[in-house]
Protein backbone atom coordinates (compact mmCIF):
# COMPACT_ATOMS: atom_id res chain seq x y z
CA UNK A 1 0.00 0.00 0.00
CA UNK A 2 1.31 3.21 -0.94
CA UNK A 3 1.79 5.40 1.84
CA UNK A 4 0.56 8.48 1.99
CA UNK A 5 3.22 11.46 3.69
CA UNK A 6 1.90 14.70 5.00
CA UNK A 7 4.53 16.22 2.68
CA UNK A 8 2.95 15.02 -0.12
CA UNK A 9 -0.02 16.34 0.46
CA UNK A 10 1.40 19.63 1.32
CA UNK A 11 3.26 19.98 -1.91
CA UNK A 12 0.15 19.10 -4.08
CA UNK A 13 -1.87 21.07 -2.00
CA UNK A 14 0.96 24.37 -2.68
CA UNK A 15 1.01 23.65 -6.14
CA UNK A 16 -2.92 23.35 -6.55
CA UNK A 17 -2.98 26.98 -5.14
CA UNK A 18 -0.45 28.50 -7.13
CA UNK A 19 -2.29 26.98 -10.69
CA UNK A 20 -5.44 28.25 -9.17
CA UNK A 21 -3.63 32.01 -8.39
CA UNK A 22 -2.15 31.95 -11.66
CA UNK A 23 -5.41 31.07 -13.27
CA UNK A 24 -8.02 32.87 -12.27
CA UNK A 25 -6.81 36.30 -13.74
CA UNK A 26 -7.08 34.65 -16.88
CA UNK A 27 -10.39 32.85 -15.99
CA UNK A 28 -12.23 36.13 -14.79
CA UNK A 29 -11.27 37.94 -18.42
CA UNK A 30 -13.26 35.32 -20.27
CA UNK A 31 -16.05 35.44 -18.03
CA UNK A 32 -16.06 39.15 -18.20
CA UNK A 33 -15.91 39.13 -22.07
CA UNK A 34 -18.61 37.64 -21.87
CA UNK A 35 -20.72 39.63 -19.76
CA UNK A 36 -22.66 42.23 -20.57
CA UNK A 37 -21.71 46.64 -19.99
CA UNK A 38 -24.47 46.60 -17.22
CA UNK A 39 -23.47 43.75 -15.63
CA UNK A 40 -19.69 43.93 -15.56
CA UNK A 41 -19.34 47.58 -14.21
CA UNK A 42 -22.18 46.27 -11.36
CA UNK A 43 -20.72 43.26 -10.00
CA UNK A 44 -17.59 41.40 -10.34
CA UNK A 45 -17.24 38.63 -12.53
CA UNK A 46 -17.18 36.17 -10.12
CA UNK A 47 -20.84 36.78 -9.13
CA UNK A 48 -21.67 34.87 -12.88
CA UNK A 49 -21.75 31.67 -10.35
CA UNK A 50 -24.60 32.54 -8.12
CA UNK A 51 -26.06 35.31 -10.12
CA UNK A 52 -25.81 34.51 -13.90
CA UNK A 53 -28.00 37.64 -14.91
CA UNK A 54 -26.50 39.29 -17.58
CA UNK A 55 -23.63 36.59 -17.78
CA UNK A 56 -23.64 35.44 -21.42
CA UNK A 57 -23.50 37.02 -24.60
CA UNK A 58 -21.51 37.20 -27.72
CA UNK A 59 -22.42 41.19 -28.54
CA UNK A 60 -18.65 41.86 -27.12
CA UNK A 61 -17.24 39.93 -29.49
CA UNK A 62 -19.17 41.26 -32.66
CA UNK A 63 -18.79 44.59 -31.44
CA UNK A 64 -15.21 44.69 -31.01
CA UNK A 65 -14.74 42.48 -34.08
CA UNK A 66 -16.66 44.76 -36.91
CA UNK A 67 -17.96 47.88 -34.70
CA UNK A 68 -15.93 51.20 -34.69
CA UNK A 69 -12.78 49.54 -33.11
CA UNK A 70 -12.59 47.38 -36.15
CA UNK A 71 -10.36 44.42 -34.75
CA UNK A 72 -11.11 42.19 -37.04
CA UNK A 73 -8.99 44.41 -39.52
CA UNK A 74 -6.51 44.64 -36.73
CA UNK A 75 -6.20 40.73 -36.63
CA UNK A 76 -5.43 40.78 -40.61
CA UNK A 77 -2.98 43.49 -40.22
CA UNK A 78 -1.04 41.51 -37.30
CA UNK A 79 -1.29 38.44 -39.16
CA UNK A 80 -0.02 40.81 -42.42
CA UNK A 81 2.58 41.75 -40.18
CA UNK A 82 3.76 38.99 -38.48
CA UNK A 83 4.02 36.73 -41.16
CA UNK A 84 6.39 37.86 -43.48
CA UNK A 85 8.13 39.37 -40.07
CA UNK A 86 9.05 36.04 -39.09
CA UNK A 87 10.34 34.49 -42.10
CA UNK A 88 11.74 37.45 -44.31
CA UNK A 89 14.70 37.74 -40.96
CA UNK A 90 14.99 33.82 -40.52
CA UNK A 91 15.53 34.01 -44.83
CA UNK A 92 18.21 36.25 -44.54
CA UNK A 93 19.76 35.02 -41.35
CA UNK A 94 20.47 31.49 -42.93
CA UNK A 95 21.74 32.69 -45.76
CA UNK A 96 24.33 35.09 -43.38
CA UNK A 97 24.74 32.07 -41.09
CA UNK A 98 25.82 29.79 -43.89
CA UNK A 99 28.28 32.68 -45.27
CA UNK A 100 29.88 33.16 -42.39
CA UNK A 101 30.14 29.65 -41.63
CA UNK A 102 30.84 27.75 -44.53
CA UNK A 103 32.49 30.36 -47.43
CA UNK A 104 35.85 31.97 -47.00
CA UNK A 105 35.96 35.63 -47.99
CA UNK A 106 37.78 38.83 -46.64
CA UNK A 107 36.45 40.58 -43.68
CA UNK A 108 34.57 37.50 -42.77
CA UNK A 109 35.73 37.84 -38.78
CA UNK A 110 35.38 41.40 -38.60
CA UNK A 111 31.88 40.87 -39.96
CA UNK A 112 30.43 38.20 -37.73
CA UNK A 113 31.89 39.94 -34.83
CA UNK A 114 30.09 43.20 -35.62
CA UNK A 115 26.72 40.68 -35.91
CA UNK A 116 27.72 39.66 -32.34
CA UNK A 117 28.02 43.66 -31.26
CA UNK A 118 24.67 44.52 -32.11
CA UNK A 119 23.07 41.67 -30.29
CA UNK A 120 23.78 44.94 -27.11
CA UNK A 121 21.69 47.40 -29.10
CA UNK A 122 18.60 48.21 -27.44
CA UNK A 123 15.69 48.77 -30.30
CA UNK A 124 14.91 51.94 -28.63
CA UNK A 125 17.86 53.08 -30.04
CA UNK A 126 16.88 53.05 -33.63
CA UNK A 127 13.42 53.99 -33.60
CA UNK A 128 14.01 57.56 -34.48
CA UNK A 129 16.73 57.60 -36.45
CA UNK A 130 15.11 54.50 -38.66
CA UNK A 131 12.16 56.74 -38.32
CA UNK A 132 13.27 59.97 -40.19
CA UNK A 133 14.68 57.79 -42.62
CA UNK A 134 11.46 56.23 -42.96
CA UNK A 135 10.01 59.89 -43.72
CA UNK A 136 12.05 60.47 -45.76
CA UNK A 137 11.52 58.21 -48.62
CA UNK A 138 7.80 58.03 -47.54
CA UNK A 139 7.92 54.51 -46.10
CA UNK A 140 5.75 55.11 -43.18
CA UNK A 141 2.72 53.27 -42.28
CA UNK A 142 3.51 50.31 -44.46
CA UNK A 143 3.67 46.52 -43.76
CA UNK A 144 7.12 47.13 -45.58
CA UNK A 145 8.54 49.46 -43.32
CA UNK A 146 7.55 47.54 -40.14
CA UNK A 147 8.88 44.22 -41.43
CA UNK A 148 12.08 45.16 -42.17
CA UNK A 149 12.15 46.94 -39.22
CA UNK A 150 11.61 43.27 -37.86
CA UNK A 151 13.80 41.89 -39.95
CA UNK A 152 16.44 44.52 -38.58
CA UNK A 153 15.72 44.20 -34.85
CA UNK A 154 15.86 40.12 -34.80
CA UNK A 155 18.42 39.80 -37.33
CA UNK A 156 21.72 39.92 -35.18
CA UNK A 157 20.09 37.62 -32.90
CA UNK A 158 18.97 34.84 -35.52
CA UNK A 159 22.34 34.87 -37.31
CA UNK A 160 24.11 34.41 -34.17
CA UNK A 161 21.83 31.74 -33.32
CA UNK A 162 21.44 30.16 -37.08
CA UNK A 163 25.61 30.28 -37.22
CA UNK A 164 25.91 28.54 -34.00
CA UNK A 165 23.78 26.12 -35.14
CA UNK A 166 24.98 25.78 -38.82
CA UNK A 167 28.46 25.91 -38.21
CA UNK A 168 28.14 22.49 -35.82
CA UNK A 169 26.71 20.66 -38.98
CA UNK A 170 29.11 17.20 -40.08
CA UNK A 171 31.84 19.04 -42.62
CA UNK A 172 31.24 15.66 -44.87
CA UNK A 173 28.03 16.27 -46.11
CA UNK A 174 28.68 19.85 -47.08
CA UNK A 175 31.97 19.07 -48.89
CA UNK A 176 30.55 15.93 -50.45
CA UNK A 177 27.73 17.68 -51.81
CA UNK A 178 30.64 20.69 -53.36
CA UNK A 179 32.26 17.36 -55.02
CA UNK A 180 28.92 16.39 -56.50
CA UNK A 181 29.45 19.72 -58.08
CA UNK A 182 26.58 21.28 -56.08
CA UNK A 183 26.59 24.93 -56.13
CA UNK A 184 26.82 27.26 -52.31
CA UNK A 185 23.13 27.89 -53.62
CA UNK A 186 22.28 24.29 -53.95
CA UNK A 187 23.93 23.24 -50.49
CA UNK A 188 22.60 25.69 -48.95
CA UNK A 189 18.66 25.03 -50.02
CA UNK A 190 18.97 20.95 -50.49
CA UNK A 191 21.10 20.44 -47.56
CA UNK A 192 21.10 23.28 -45.31
CA UNK A 193 17.65 24.81 -44.72
CA UNK A 194 16.21 20.96 -44.47
CA UNK A 195 18.84 20.31 -42.06
CA UNK A 196 18.92 23.25 -39.52
CA UNK A 197 15.21 22.92 -39.42
CA UNK A 198 14.74 22.30 -35.56
CA UNK A 199 16.98 26.09 -35.05
CA UNK A 200 15.00 27.58 -37.75
CA UNK A 201 11.63 26.48 -35.86
CA UNK A 202 12.80 27.54 -32.37
CA UNK A 203 13.46 30.88 -33.17
CA UNK A 204 10.31 31.05 -35.87
CA UNK A 205 8.39 30.51 -32.48
CA UNK A 206 10.26 32.68 -30.44
CA UNK A 207 10.14 35.65 -33.34
CA UNK A 208 6.50 34.68 -33.95
CA UNK A 209 6.02 35.57 -30.21
CA UNK A 210 7.82 38.49 -30.24
CA UNK A 211 6.07 40.01 -33.34
CA UNK A 212 2.34 39.14 -32.33
CA UNK A 213 2.59 40.84 -28.83
CA UNK A 214 4.73 43.20 -30.20
CA UNK A 215 3.68 46.71 -29.32
CA UNK A 216 7.09 49.42 -29.69
CA UNK A 217 8.00 48.74 -33.50
CA UNK A 218 4.40 48.66 -34.27
CA UNK A 219 3.17 52.04 -32.76
CA UNK A 220 6.56 53.71 -34.10
CA UNK A 221 6.60 52.79 -37.67
CA UNK A 222 2.85 51.96 -38.78
CA UNK A 223 1.14 54.88 -36.74
CA UNK A 224 -2.27 55.49 -35.61
CA UNK A 225 -3.93 54.76 -39.04
CA UNK A 226 -6.56 52.72 -38.37
CA UNK A 227 -6.64 50.74 -41.61
CA UNK A 228 -2.83 49.15 -40.62
CA UNK A 229 -2.66 49.18 -36.84
CA UNK A 230 -2.14 45.73 -35.29
CA UNK A 231 -3.97 44.18 -32.41
CA UNK A 232 -1.86 45.66 -29.65
CA UNK A 233 -2.03 49.16 -30.37
CA UNK A 234 -5.45 48.93 -31.12
CA UNK A 235 -6.14 47.24 -27.48
CA UNK A 236 -3.83 49.94 -26.24
CA UNK A 237 -6.01 52.81 -27.75
CA UNK A 238 -8.96 51.23 -26.06
CA UNK A 239 -7.54 51.28 -22.82
CA UNK A 240 -6.83 55.09 -23.46
CA UNK A 241 -9.71 56.39 -24.73
CA UNK A 242 -12.44 54.60 -23.24
CA UNK A 243 -11.10 52.89 -20.55
CA UNK A 244 -14.22 51.86 -19.10
CA UNK A 245 -15.55 50.18 -22.03
CA UNK A 246 -14.56 47.18 -20.12
CA UNK A 247 -16.75 44.46 -22.15
CA UNK A 248 -14.90 45.49 -25.68
CA UNK A 249 -11.62 45.76 -23.76
CA UNK A 250 -11.70 42.29 -22.74
CA UNK A 251 -12.99 40.35 -25.79
CA UNK A 252 -10.34 42.54 -27.74
CA UNK A 253 -8.13 40.56 -25.53
CA UNK A 254 -9.01 37.15 -25.88
CA UNK A 255 -9.23 37.66 -29.66
CA UNK A 256 -5.48 39.13 -29.36
CA UNK A 257 -4.09 36.07 -27.49
CA UNK A 258 -6.07 33.29 -28.96
CA UNK A 259 -3.41 32.71 -31.86
CA UNK A 260 -0.70 32.90 -29.91
CA UNK A 261 -1.63 29.92 -27.00
CA UNK A 262 -3.24 28.11 -29.88
CA UNK A 263 0.54 28.07 -31.53
CA UNK A 264 1.99 27.57 -27.84
CA UNK A 265 -0.61 24.73 -27.11
CA UNK A 266 0.14 23.28 -30.06
CA UNK A 267 4.06 23.41 -30.28
CA UNK A 268 5.17 24.08 -26.25
CA UNK A 269 8.35 21.53 -26.82
CA UNK A 270 9.35 23.95 -29.46
CA UNK A 271 8.28 27.10 -27.78
CA UNK A 272 11.03 26.41 -24.69
CA UNK A 273 13.36 25.88 -26.85
CA UNK A 274 12.82 29.06 -28.64
CA UNK A 275 12.30 31.15 -26.07
CA UNK A 276 15.71 30.35 -24.41
CA UNK A 277 17.47 30.76 -27.89
CA UNK A 278 15.07 34.26 -27.94
CA UNK A 279 16.78 34.88 -24.50
CA UNK A 280 19.21 38.27 -25.87
CA UNK A 281 16.89 39.66 -28.22
CA UNK A 282 17.48 43.16 -28.44
CA UNK B 1 30.17 41.81 -67.58
CA UNK B 2 33.92 42.37 -69.42
CA UNK B 3 35.35 38.83 -68.03
CA UNK B 4 32.25 37.22 -69.31
CA UNK B 5 32.80 38.33 -72.55
CA UNK B 6 36.51 37.52 -72.24
CA UNK B 7 36.23 33.97 -71.06
CA UNK B 8 35.21 31.65 -73.68
CA UNK B 9 38.23 30.18 -75.75
CA UNK B 10 38.74 32.10 -79.38
CA UNK B 11 35.81 31.78 -81.30
CA UNK B 12 34.87 34.05 -84.75
CA UNK B 13 35.05 37.66 -83.06
CA UNK B 14 31.35 38.25 -84.38
CA UNK B 15 30.12 34.93 -82.41
CA UNK B 16 31.92 35.98 -79.12
CA UNK B 17 29.88 39.16 -79.10
CA UNK B 18 26.82 38.05 -79.98
CA UNK B 19 27.08 35.44 -77.06
CA UNK B 20 28.20 38.54 -74.57
CA UNK B 21 25.94 40.74 -75.95
CA UNK B 22 22.95 38.29 -75.42
CA UNK B 23 24.35 37.25 -71.77
CA UNK B 24 24.21 41.07 -70.75
CA UNK B 25 20.86 41.56 -72.15
CA UNK B 26 19.66 38.25 -70.12
CA UNK B 27 21.50 39.53 -67.38
CA UNK B 28 19.71 43.20 -67.30
CA UNK B 29 16.62 42.04 -68.25
CA UNK B 30 15.96 39.61 -65.51
CA UNK B 31 16.95 41.86 -62.48
CA UNK B 32 14.57 44.80 -64.67
CA UNK B 33 11.43 42.19 -64.60
CA UNK B 34 11.84 41.03 -60.94
CA UNK B 35 12.40 44.88 -59.74
CA UNK B 36 9.41 45.81 -61.82
CA UNK B 37 7.18 42.94 -60.11
CA UNK B 38 8.50 43.84 -56.86
CA UNK B 39 7.61 47.40 -57.43
CA UNK B 40 4.15 46.53 -58.89
CA UNK B 41 3.65 44.72 -55.73
CA UNK B 42 4.54 47.19 -53.70
CA UNK B 43 2.38 50.22 -55.12
CA UNK B 44 -0.70 47.83 -55.01
CA UNK B 45 -0.16 47.16 -51.34
CA UNK B 46 0.83 50.97 -50.92
CA UNK B 47 -2.75 52.53 -52.45
CA UNK B 48 -4.83 49.32 -52.75
CA UNK B 49 -8.67 49.43 -52.47
CA UNK B 50 -8.89 45.70 -52.54
CA UNK B 51 -10.60 44.22 -49.53
CA UNK B 52 -8.25 43.92 -46.80
CA UNK B 53 -7.85 39.81 -46.71
CA UNK B 54 -6.60 40.25 -50.16
CA UNK B 55 -4.31 42.51 -49.52
CA UNK B 56 -2.86 40.88 -46.50
CA UNK B 57 -3.20 37.30 -48.61
CA UNK B 58 -1.18 39.74 -51.24
CA UNK B 59 1.09 41.19 -48.43
CA UNK B 60 2.21 37.72 -47.12
CA UNK B 61 2.90 36.41 -50.52
CA UNK B 62 4.55 39.55 -51.55
CA UNK B 63 6.80 39.77 -48.79
CA UNK B 64 8.26 36.73 -48.46
CA UNK B 65 8.41 35.37 -51.94
CA UNK B 66 10.35 39.16 -52.69
CA UNK B 67 13.11 37.95 -50.53
CA UNK B 68 13.24 34.81 -51.46
CA UNK B 69 13.33 36.19 -55.27
CA UNK B 70 15.91 38.57 -54.57
CA UNK B 71 18.54 35.85 -53.23
CA UNK B 72 17.88 33.43 -56.45
CA UNK B 73 18.00 36.70 -58.60
CA UNK B 74 21.41 37.72 -57.58
CA UNK B 75 22.87 34.22 -56.92
CA UNK B 76 21.68 33.32 -60.94
CA UNK B 77 23.78 36.94 -62.08
CA UNK B 78 26.64 35.76 -59.78
CA UNK B 79 27.17 32.07 -60.91
CA UNK B 80 26.97 33.64 -64.25
CA UNK B 81 30.04 35.60 -63.96
CA UNK B 82 33.34 33.07 -64.29
CA UNK B 83 34.32 30.72 -61.44
CA UNK B 84 36.93 33.43 -60.43
CA UNK B 85 34.81 36.10 -59.90
CA UNK B 86 31.91 34.37 -58.57
CA UNK B 87 33.62 32.41 -55.99
CA UNK B 88 34.61 36.16 -54.82
CA UNK B 89 31.42 37.61 -54.88
CA UNK B 90 29.05 35.15 -53.87
CA UNK B 91 29.76 34.84 -50.17
CA UNK B 92 28.80 38.58 -50.08
CA UNK B 93 25.17 37.45 -52.02
CA UNK B 94 24.93 35.14 -48.60
CA UNK B 95 26.03 37.74 -45.82
CA UNK B 96 25.30 41.26 -47.64
CA UNK B 97 21.52 41.46 -46.91
CA UNK B 98 22.17 40.94 -43.49
CA UNK B 99 24.57 43.26 -43.42
CA UNK B 100 22.86 45.99 -44.66
CA UNK B 101 20.00 45.44 -42.37
CA UNK B 102 22.28 45.73 -39.65
CA UNK B 103 23.78 48.34 -40.31
CA UNK B 104 20.74 50.08 -41.85
CA UNK B 105 18.49 49.28 -38.57
CA UNK B 106 21.46 49.23 -36.02
CA UNK B 107 24.42 50.04 -36.68
CA UNK B 108 24.09 53.65 -38.37
CA UNK B 109 21.45 54.22 -36.06
CA UNK B 110 23.34 53.74 -32.88
CA UNK B 111 26.11 56.20 -33.95
CA UNK B 112 23.33 58.98 -35.06
CA UNK B 113 21.57 58.53 -32.22
CA UNK B 114 24.98 58.65 -30.16
CA UNK B 115 25.43 62.10 -32.01
CA UNK B 116 21.74 63.30 -31.76
CA UNK B 117 22.14 62.62 -27.60
CA UNK B 118 24.51 65.49 -27.87
CA UNK B 119 22.17 67.99 -29.47
CA UNK B 120 19.72 70.17 -28.39
CA UNK B 121 15.92 69.47 -29.17
CA UNK B 122 16.20 70.49 -33.08
CA UNK B 123 19.39 68.56 -33.13
CA UNK B 124 21.00 72.26 -34.10
CA UNK B 125 22.61 72.99 -31.08
CA UNK B 126 25.55 70.99 -29.71
CA UNK B 127 24.92 70.58 -26.46
CA UNK B 128 27.63 68.37 -25.11
CA UNK B 129 26.52 66.50 -21.69
CA UNK B 130 23.73 68.58 -20.95
CA UNK B 131 21.24 65.88 -21.96
CA UNK B 132 22.59 63.17 -19.90
CA UNK B 133 22.77 65.57 -16.95
CA UNK B 134 19.41 66.75 -17.48
CA UNK B 135 18.56 62.53 -17.14
CA UNK B 136 20.42 62.34 -13.90
CA UNK B 137 19.02 65.37 -12.12
CA UNK B 138 15.33 65.66 -13.70
CA UNK B 139 12.71 64.70 -10.83
CA UNK B 140 10.61 62.42 -13.62
CA UNK B 141 13.88 60.80 -14.45
CA UNK B 142 14.94 60.21 -11.52
CA UNK B 143 11.78 58.61 -10.58
CA UNK B 144 11.92 56.44 -13.83
CA UNK B 145 15.46 55.13 -13.04
CA UNK B 146 14.48 53.77 -9.37
CA UNK B 147 11.36 52.54 -10.90
CA UNK B 148 13.69 50.77 -13.36
CA UNK B 149 15.74 49.19 -10.55
CA UNK B 150 12.20 47.96 -8.66
CA UNK B 151 11.69 46.55 -11.71
CA UNK B 152 15.07 45.13 -12.31
CA UNK B 153 15.74 43.47 -8.91
CA UNK B 154 12.14 42.38 -8.07
CA UNK B 155 11.53 41.83 -11.04
CA UNK B 156 13.98 39.93 -11.85
CA UNK B 157 14.00 38.43 -7.88
CA UNK B 158 11.28 36.60 -7.76
CA UNK B 159 10.59 35.73 -11.15
CA UNK B 160 13.89 33.44 -10.98
CA UNK B 161 12.85 32.65 -7.30
CA UNK B 162 9.96 31.71 -7.78
CA UNK B 163 10.81 30.21 -11.33
CA UNK B 164 12.54 28.12 -9.39
CA UNK B 165 11.08 27.03 -6.43
CA UNK B 166 8.06 25.89 -8.68
CA UNK B 167 10.00 23.66 -10.46
CA UNK B 168 11.59 22.08 -7.55
CA UNK B 169 7.68 21.64 -6.01
CA UNK B 170 6.23 20.46 -9.46
CA UNK B 171 8.58 17.85 -10.24
CA UNK B 172 7.40 16.53 -6.74
CA UNK B 173 3.55 16.75 -7.54
CA UNK B 174 1.52 14.80 -9.48
CA UNK B 175 -0.28 17.79 -10.88
CA UNK B 176 3.16 18.48 -12.69
CA UNK B 177 2.14 18.53 -16.57
CA UNK B 178 -1.48 20.67 -15.91
CA UNK B 179 0.51 22.93 -13.68
CA UNK B 180 3.47 23.18 -15.93
CA UNK B 181 0.73 24.43 -18.88
CA UNK B 182 -0.88 26.65 -17.14
CA UNK B 183 1.54 28.41 -15.08
CA UNK B 184 3.46 28.58 -18.50
CA UNK B 185 0.62 29.23 -20.28
CA UNK B 186 0.98 33.70 -19.45
CA UNK B 187 4.18 33.54 -21.59
CA UNK B 188 2.09 33.32 -24.36
CA UNK B 189 -0.28 36.26 -23.95
CA UNK B 190 1.55 39.82 -24.54
CA UNK B 191 2.25 42.33 -21.83
CA UNK B 192 -0.52 44.64 -23.82
CA UNK B 193 -3.09 41.49 -23.18
CA UNK B 194 -1.62 40.50 -19.88
CA UNK B 195 -2.48 44.10 -18.84
CA UNK B 196 -5.88 44.10 -19.23
CA UNK B 197 -6.10 40.93 -17.55
CA UNK B 198 -4.53 42.45 -14.46
CA UNK B 199 -7.08 45.49 -14.40
CA UNK B 200 -9.78 42.84 -13.37
CA UNK B 201 -7.46 42.37 -10.17
CA UNK B 202 -6.72 46.21 -9.35
CA UNK B 203 -9.60 47.70 -11.04
CA UNK B 204 -10.76 50.51 -8.07
CA UNK B 205 -14.62 51.47 -7.44
CA UNK B 206 -14.90 54.49 -4.44
CA UNK B 207 -16.29 52.42 -0.98
CA UNK B 208 -19.80 51.67 -1.27
CA UNK B 209 -19.91 50.98 -4.71
CA UNK B 210 -19.73 47.40 -5.34
CA UNK B 211 -16.08 46.38 -6.43
CA UNK B 212 -15.52 44.41 -9.74
CA UNK B 213 -11.91 44.50 -8.96
CA UNK B 214 -10.48 40.77 -7.59
CA UNK B 215 -8.25 42.52 -5.12
CA UNK B 216 -10.54 45.20 -3.53
CA UNK B 217 -13.24 42.25 -3.98
CA UNK B 218 -11.07 40.16 -1.26
CA UNK B 219 -10.32 43.27 1.33
CA UNK B 220 -13.92 43.96 1.12
CA UNK B 221 -14.45 40.62 2.00
CA UNK B 222 -12.43 40.76 5.27
CA UNK B 223 -14.54 44.29 5.99
CA UNK B 224 -11.93 46.69 4.63
CA UNK B 225 -12.64 49.36 2.63
CA UNK B 226 -10.56 49.47 -1.16
CA UNK B 227 -7.37 50.97 -2.12
CA UNK B 228 -7.11 52.51 -5.25
CA UNK B 229 -4.08 50.23 -5.86
CA UNK B 230 -2.59 52.07 -9.17
CA UNK B 231 -2.38 55.54 -8.02
CA UNK B 232 -0.06 55.49 -4.98
CA UNK B 233 4.03 54.75 -5.50
CA UNK B 234 5.62 52.98 -5.25
CA UNK B 235 3.35 50.47 -4.58
CA UNK B 236 2.37 51.10 -8.16
CA UNK B 237 5.27 50.05 -9.35
CA UNK B 238 5.39 46.67 -7.46
CA UNK B 239 2.00 45.76 -8.64
CA UNK B 240 2.83 46.62 -12.20
CA UNK B 241 5.69 44.34 -11.62
CA UNK B 242 3.90 41.50 -10.48
CA UNK B 243 2.16 41.03 -13.71
CA UNK B 244 5.96 40.74 -15.55
CA UNK B 245 6.21 38.14 -13.01
CA UNK B 246 3.20 36.45 -13.34
CA UNK B 247 4.45 36.15 -17.07
CA UNK B 248 7.67 35.16 -16.97
CA UNK B 249 7.72 32.95 -13.91
CA UNK B 250 6.44 30.22 -16.44
CA UNK B 251 9.58 30.64 -18.38
CA UNK B 252 12.17 30.34 -15.53
CA UNK B 253 10.56 27.54 -14.01
CA UNK B 254 10.12 25.83 -17.46
CA UNK B 255 13.79 26.52 -18.05
CA UNK B 256 14.92 25.72 -14.48
CA UNK B 257 12.87 22.41 -14.63
CA UNK B 258 15.21 21.06 -17.74
CA UNK B 259 18.36 21.43 -16.09
CA UNK B 260 16.62 20.25 -12.67
CA UNK B 261 16.40 16.89 -14.55
CA UNK B 262 20.19 16.37 -15.26
CA UNK B 263 20.92 16.60 -11.93
CA UNK B 264 22.24 13.10 -10.85
CA UNK B 265 19.93 11.72 -8.28
CA UNK B 266 22.75 9.47 -7.22
CA UNK B 267 24.28 12.82 -6.08
CA UNK B 268 21.13 13.76 -3.84
CA UNK B 269 20.72 10.49 -2.20
CA UNK B 270 24.35 10.25 -1.46
CA UNK B 271 23.67 14.18 0.42
CA UNK B 272 20.69 12.13 2.25
CA UNK B 273 22.39 8.94 3.12
CA UNK B 274 25.50 11.23 4.76
CA UNK B 275 22.06 13.25 7.15
CA UNK B 276 21.42 16.06 5.14
CA UNK B 277 18.10 17.74 5.36
CA UNK B 278 16.17 18.38 2.52
CA UNK B 279 17.19 22.40 2.67
CA UNK B 280 20.57 21.15 2.92
CA UNK B 281 20.30 19.17 -0.49
CA UNK B 282 18.51 22.09 -2.02
CA UNK B 283 21.04 24.74 -1.42
CA UNK B 284 24.24 23.03 -0.98
CA UNK B 285 23.63 20.42 -3.83
CA UNK B 286 20.85 21.24 -6.32
CA UNK B 287 21.21 25.03 -6.64
CA UNK B 288 25.30 24.78 -7.21
CA UNK B 289 24.85 22.45 -9.98
CA UNK B 290 22.11 24.57 -11.92
CA UNK B 291 23.52 27.18 -11.48
CA UNK B 292 24.72 28.28 -15.02
CA UNK B 293 20.94 27.88 -15.81
CA UNK B 294 19.71 30.23 -13.19
CA UNK B 295 22.08 32.96 -14.48
CA UNK B 296 20.75 32.90 -17.91
CA UNK B 297 17.12 32.80 -16.92
CA UNK B 298 17.81 35.87 -14.50
CA UNK B 299 20.10 37.70 -16.48
CA UNK B 300 17.01 36.99 -19.54
CA UNK B 301 14.43 38.55 -17.16
CA UNK B 302 16.96 40.94 -16.27
CA UNK B 303 17.39 42.43 -19.76
CA UNK B 304 13.62 41.85 -20.56
CA UNK B 305 12.82 44.80 -16.82
CA UNK B 306 15.46 47.06 -17.98
CA UNK B 307 13.45 47.57 -21.36
CA UNK B 308 10.12 46.72 -19.51
CA UNK B 309 7.71 49.34 -21.78
CA UNK B 310 4.54 47.82 -22.66
CA UNK B 311 3.37 46.91 -19.23
CA UNK B 312 3.81 50.65 -18.04
CA UNK B 313 1.93 52.49 -21.16
CA UNK B 314 -1.01 50.08 -20.90
CA UNK B 315 -1.75 49.56 -17.28
CA UNK B 316 -0.91 53.60 -16.20
CA UNK B 317 0.28 55.23 -19.68
CA UNK B 318 3.55 55.86 -17.41
CA UNK B 319 1.44 58.29 -14.77
CA UNK B 320 1.12 57.71 -10.89
CA UNK B 321 5.15 58.09 -11.08
CA UNK B 322 5.23 54.72 -12.78
CA UNK B 323 7.25 55.35 -15.67
CA UNK B 324 10.62 54.24 -17.09
CA UNK B 325 13.48 54.87 -19.10
CA UNK B 326 11.48 53.23 -21.98
CA UNK B 327 8.36 55.09 -21.55
CA UNK B 328 10.23 58.42 -20.84
CA UNK B 329 12.53 57.71 -23.61
CA UNK B 330 9.00 57.45 -25.24
CA UNK B 331 7.41 60.22 -24.47
CA UNK B 332 10.65 62.47 -24.69
CA UNK B 333 10.98 61.58 -28.74
CA UNK B 334 7.11 61.06 -29.55
CA UNK B 335 5.09 63.39 -27.43
CA UNK B 336 7.83 65.97 -26.65
CA UNK B 337 9.74 65.73 -30.00
CA UNK B 338 12.99 66.34 -28.29
CA UNK B 339 15.71 64.43 -30.11
CA UNK B 340 18.44 65.30 -27.96
CA UNK B 341 16.87 63.83 -24.56
CA UNK B 342 15.29 60.89 -26.50
CA UNK B 343 18.51 60.18 -27.97
CA UNK B 344 19.89 60.15 -24.19
CA UNK B 345 17.72 57.73 -22.69
CA UNK B 346 18.25 55.46 -25.74
CA UNK B 347 21.98 55.37 -25.01
CA UNK B 348 21.46 55.05 -20.99
CA UNK B 349 19.30 51.78 -22.03
CA UNK B 350 21.90 50.71 -24.43
CA UNK B 351 25.03 51.44 -21.53
CA UNK B 352 22.47 49.63 -18.81
CA UNK B 353 21.46 46.52 -20.72
CA UNK B 354 25.31 45.59 -22.13
CA UNK B 355 26.85 43.96 -19.41
CA UNK B 356 24.27 41.71 -18.44
CA UNK B 357 24.02 40.85 -22.27
CA UNK B 358 27.55 40.27 -22.21
CA UNK B 359 27.19 38.37 -19.03
CA UNK B 360 24.05 36.24 -20.69
CA UNK B 361 25.92 35.61 -24.40
CA UNK B 362 29.11 33.97 -21.85
CA UNK B 363 26.59 31.59 -19.99
CA UNK B 364 25.07 30.67 -23.49
CA UNK B 365 27.88 30.35 -25.72
CA UNK B 366 28.31 26.38 -26.70
CA UNK B 367 25.30 25.94 -25.82
CA UNK B 368 23.21 25.28 -29.26
CA UNK B 369 19.20 25.02 -29.38
Do not use: C
Request: aromatic content about 12%; overall charge positive.
Amino acid sequence: MRRITWSRVAINLTVLALVVVWTVPTIGLFITSFRDKQAISNSGWWTVFTNPQGAFTLDNYEKVLFGGDGLATAFLNTLAVTIPAVVIPILIAAFAAYGFAWMSFPGRRLLFITVVALLVVPLQIALIPVLKAYLAIDLNGTFLAVWLAHAGFGLALATYLLYNYISQLPKDIIESAALDGASHFTTFRRLILPLSMPALASFAIFQFLWVWNDLLVASTFLGTDKEVQVMTQALVSMTGSRGQDWQLLTAGAFVSMLVPVLVFLALQRYFVKGLLAGSVKG
Amino acid sequence: MHQAAEAPPPRGIAQVLAAGVGRVVVSIFVPVVAFIVLWAGFLFLKDSGAPKIVIVVVAIVWGIGGVAMLYVVANWLVEKLPPVWSGRILPFVFVGPAIAILAFYLLVPAILTGWASLFDANGKEFVGLDNYVYSFTNPDMITAIRNNVLWLVFGTLFSTGLGLAIAVLVERSRLDRLAKTLIFLPMAISFVGASVIWRFVYSYQPEGQPQIGLLNAVLAAFGLGPVSWLTGEPLNTILLIVILIWGQVGFAMVIIGAALKGVPDEMLEAGRIDGATEWQVFRRLIVPSIWPTIVTVATTIAILTLKIYDIVTAMTGGNFNTQVIATLMWKQAFTFFDAGRGAALAIILLIAVTPVIWYNLRQFRGRAI
